[in-house]
């Protein structure tokens, strides 16, 4: 198999109100590692049990079967409601620069920072210090930036994908919460 990458090097997001964010970006992992290409996901901001390795969901486990996967999950001490935490900006802190580590990997053509920009719509990181992400990330790696709702125009202007993901309709309107397989 010819992996091709030289042809790698594009800053993609996927952000919305809508549902999908995390999917898309783990389609393109699953269509990467199916063609030869090393992929690292990174997840900010993970964390719905009382441990992240209790909560793997099935996307991540079925992606575990490339030797040519890998990720690490980032824990936020519960939901950020209104102030962050010192630990959820911590926590913020250190996926960034795990972020910054990986693109770093010469073992690692693709690195996905998942719920990346939820950190910085919710405080826990500054759009300049993912913008300065952006620009240190070497020229033959991909890097695809998820989650918020909002457009953070500073990114925005530093990518070269941008899709936007919108609610039509959702189940939750309906009282139906996330179903396991499903949305996770």
């Known amino acids: 198999m010819v992996v091709e990458k030289e042809k790698l090097g594009l800053v993609q997001i996927f952000y919305g109100n809508g549902k999908g964010k995390t999917t898309s970006s783990l389609g393109t992992a699953l269509r990467a590692c199916g063609n030869g290409y090393s992929v690292h996901l990174v997840q900010f901001m993970k964390n719905g049990a009382d441990s992240l390795e209790e909560q793997i ?9 490339f030797p040519n996967f890998t990720y690490k999950r ?35 053509d693709i690195v996905i920072a998942d719920e990346i920009l939820y950190a910085v719509q919710l405080g826990l990181l500054t759009e300049d210090e993912v913008v ?12 695809i930036l998820t989650g918020s709702h909002i457009p953070l125009q500073k990114i925005f202007d530093k990518a070269d994908l941008i899709s936007q993901i919108n609610k039509i309709k959702h189940p939750y309107d309906k009282g139906i919460i996330a179903r396991k397989g499903i949305e996770y």
């Open 57 to 65: 969901p099935g996307e991540i486990k079925s992606l575990q079967k």
């Open 74 to 108: 980032f824990g936020m001490d519960g939901w950020v409601i209104k102030k962050p935490t010192e630990n959820q900006i911590k926590s913020s802190k250190e996926a960034l620069k795990h972020v910054e580590e990986s693109l770093k990997n010469e073992n690692i």
């Open 132 to 143: 300065s992400l952006i620009d240190s990330k070497p020229k033959n790696k991909e890097l």
